[in-house]
């Protein structure tokens, strides 16, 4: 309550101060620029300042209250347009028109708000991919990972249909970070089986930074950063939400959320609330019980948006609980329940486990609690961002009991973010930040994997950039610190951990540069230096996890990763055709994996493997093309391709996604009662991965089928969104390289037809 308490008492500090004043209102007129004709309900925003308005009937605008100096960008969004980006000065503009021209092609998204500032793509050297709503809703997932696990260059580490671990690159568990409500996410990310504890129905759109990020984020983003926004606030005035539902037949996975928000003279919250359910999956052969999931989550903000910046206050809660289907199967491949008694015949399982959504032993029970206070403040003519956070993760594995769990990590983490913007210079941006977390791990069950552990982080860096008419300079330095203190434990009376305490430091930089050489072609490149302390589970694990079927040992003498990493991106873009390519070389010096070092050592039964380090090196590249010819046709390809070589063994590295080429015509026509309306037909082909470690087997080659329709319905001034869509719509039977399940010889999910609903609701305000 106390920390709680603490939150509560900076909010209204922050809330209170407005030593800046409004000036007039900065409005305008959006219109079509060949009909000169108002277009109402375009969007415009200002992200740096998390403020939106929408055009009304008559195509005008008005931003009621923004800081009386500053350069800020403004993007402006309609349906059918080719989107506006211009920078604004609020020292002297009050009136500004925007005139949108039609475009028949998708472009990427124009703003980027992930990095240190709100820019255009085009002018922002890191490679950026953007999933929006309106994706997240046409592609039916089980969670935000597997959502976004079609950009190019990211797939997903499985276990099941509930747990995926992103990957970017070749590289996944703490060598990628994911940020909600501007926090970092922590919640034992080490784990083979452990997923990411956020509400995919909160995002507004996903951006996902491929390559290494340390230089914003220090140790944890040497392979990239998946960020998770939340929408804008609404326009002053307006009360808005939304309610939505889907239904997947494949796993009865029925998953609704709703959302209510307002906007009174810059007073601003929401609350949501959301609740998915599913029995274990089907696949081409059998459904594999016990593979169902359980999810609920609720959350809420507060803030004000004034002349002087916003502060916001998040508060969130997910609970999830899911089946781990550790089963046997007899000569007929039926499923069998473990004997009572050693020595036992196993009995088989009884037809009605395998589609209740009551789950049974073993099972995970994971709680993720948040609460983020974040700013935005104008001192002088600089700014201060900040995001002050606490959470509090809580894993349960329970194997023989529901009840009492065989593992209980509790983590806390209690972190802040400060970056202080300077007055733009010349052309000049310059930002200095510090940061830093504290983590107290504590076991609550009597079975220990990892000791009782404090953690402390800090780091600072700075940051310039120098920006042309055409081509843009980055470059930046950050220093980190990390201390981990393992406590010495005891298990069942015997000694099972002695005390360590760890201390890692590193200095790294990197430099960006980005050229448009006309309005159709770019190019962007970037090299530099990347680092990753190892976490507690390389140093210190000792015993068998639930469900990785092997004796972990970890190793307090590890040193850091330290990475040298060079990129580059080109791309071609015109009013009928979009093109890019990126490729990547990541030279990572003392990677931490997992090796046997002896094939004798066997422990509780199970082969043991140690935590060693080694030299390798990770590189490839994505391509993709996209025509849209004519209005009617979007015909899209993607490729993507990632070698992980382990210099010292010359082996390759474990885990590596195999090569995947992504293919989807969509049509999109116009009827006269309809809108936004598609049919689409996608291929999945994904290549034989025979570049595996030593731990692993090839998996083959597959293809996937996969179709979706979509439309808009109108019922007054009331719209509907309709989706139906099928995975697997050949019902084929397939492995993928990246399943956990791949040892044990489960199959991926079979055909999944899903059917989706988007109400989106004004209840007061513009309409």
Do not use: C
């Not at 100096?69 to 969004?77: C, H, Q, S």
């Amino acid at each position: 309550m106390k920390l709680y308490s603490l939150f509560i008492s900076l909010f209204i500090l922050l809330s209170s101060f407005d030593t800046m004043a409004d000036i007039p209102a900065i409005k305008g007129r959006v219109t079509d620029a060949d009909t000169q004709a108002p277009l109402a309900g375009a969007t415009l925003s200002i992200p740096e300042l998390r403020i939106s308005v929408v055009s009304n009937q008559n195509g005008e605008y008005h931003f009621p209250s923004l800081p009386s100096k500053g350069r800020f960008l403004i993007e402006v969004k309609f349906i059918g347009y080719k989107s506006v980006v211009q920078t604004i000065n609020t020292t002297s503009l009050a009136s500004v028109d925007f005139k949108l021209e039609k475009s028949v092609i998708e472009v990427q998204e124009v703003v980027v708000t992930g990095t240190l500032n709100s820019s255009m793509n085009t002018k922002n050297s890191t490679s950026v991919a953007v999933v929006n709503k309106a994706d997240l809703l046409r592609l039916p997932s089980n969670n935000i990972v597997d959502a976004i696990s079609r950009i190019p260059g990211v797939s997903q580490i499985t276990t099941g249909a509930a747990i995926s671990k992103p990957v970017i690159r070749g590289m996944s568990y703490n060598r990628v970070i994911t940020l909600s409500d501007g926090v970092k996410q922590e919640g034992q990310q080490w784990g083979d089986e452990h997923g990411i504890e956020i509400d995919q129905y909160r995002a507004d759109r996903v951006e996902v930074l491929r390559g290494a990020a340390s230089l914003l984020y220090g140790s944890d983003a040497m392979g990239g950063v998946i960020n998770i926004i939340d929408p804008l606030p609404p326009s002053e005035g307006e009360i808005k939400g939304e309610f939505l539902t889907n239904y997947a037949t494949n796993n009865g996975l029925s998953g609704t959320s709703a959302m209510i928000e307002g906007n009174s003279n810059g007073f601003v919250w929401r609350g949501r609330g959301s609740y998915k359910n599913a029995f274990g999956y089907n696949t081409p052969d059998y459904r594999l019980p016990n593979s169902g999931f359980h999810e609920t989550n609720l959350s809420s903000q507060i803030g004000f948006n004034k002349a002087w910046g916003y502060v916001h206050l998040d508060l969130s809660s997910f609970r999830q609980k899911l089946g781990l289907p550790e089963f046997e199967r007899n000569e007929s491949g039926q499923f069998i329940l473990e004997p009572e008694e050693e020595g036992e015949e196993g009995t088989v399982m009884s037809p009605s486990l395998y589609k209740t959504r009551n789950l049974f032993t073993p099972l995970q029970d994971i709680r993720h609690y948040k609460a983020a206070l974040n700013s935005y403040v104008l001192l002088g003519e600089g700014k201060l961002r900040s995001t002050i956070a606490f959470q509090n993760n809580q894993r349960r594995e329970l194997e023989e009991s529901e009840t009492d769990p065989s593992l209980f990590f509790d983590l806390k983490t209690y972190s802040y973010d400060l970056k202080y913007y300077f007055k733009e210079l010349n052309s000049w941006e310059r930002v200095i930040g510090v940061s830093g977390a504290f983590q107290n791990n504590k076991n609550k069950a009597e079975e220990l994997l990892v000791p009782d552990y404090d953690s402390y982080d800090l780091g600072a860096f700075a940051y310039t950039k120098k920006t042309w008419t055409n081509t843009t300079f980055n470059a930046g330095l950050r220093f980190d610190y990390r201390n981990i203190d393992g406590k010495q434990m005891e298990e069942e009376g015997e000694p099972k951990f002695s005390a360590f305490s760890n201390n890692f430091s590193n200095i790294s930089g990197a430099i960006g540069f980005t050229h448009e050489i006309n309005s159709t072609f770019n190019l962007k490149a970037n090299i530099g230096s990347a680092f990753r302390a190892p976490n507690v589970a390389e140093l210190s694990t000792d015993g068998i996890h639930e469900g990785t079927a092997r004796y972990e040992k970890g190793n307090p003498n590890l040193d850091p990763e330290r990475s040298i990493y060079a990129d580059a991106a080109v791309s071609y873009h015109t009013s009928k055709m979009n093109i890019f390519l990126n490729a990547y070389n990541n030279y990572i010096h003392q990677y931490i994996y997992l090796r046997r070092l002896s094939d004798n050592e066997i422990i509780d039964d199970h082969e043991v493997y140690h935590y060693v380090q080694d030299n390798a090196n990770l590189y490839g590249f994505e391509a993709g093309l996209t025509l849209h010819p004519v209005s009617l046709i979007h015909f899209e390809n993607s490729f993507s391709l990632t070698r992980a070589r382990n210099n010292s063994t010359k082996d390759n590295l474990p885990f590596t996604p195999a090569p995947v080429l992504r293919n989807e015509l969509r049509f999109e026509p116009e009827f006269k009662n309809l809108q936004n309306t598609w049919f689409s037909i996608g291929l999945d082909n994904v290549f034989k991965q025979n570049h595996v470690d030593v731990l692993e087997t090839p998996s083959p080659a597959y293809t996937l089928v996969n179709a979706s329709f979509g439309t808009t319905v109108k019922l007054g001034s009331q719209t509907l969104q309709l989706s139906v869509s099928a995975n697997n719509l050949f019902d084929k039977a397939y492995i993928d390289h990246l399943s956990r399940f791949k040892n044990d010889g489960f199959l991926n999910p079979g055909r999944n037809i899903s059917f989706g609903l988007f109400v989106p609701l004004v209840l007061s305000g513009v309409k």
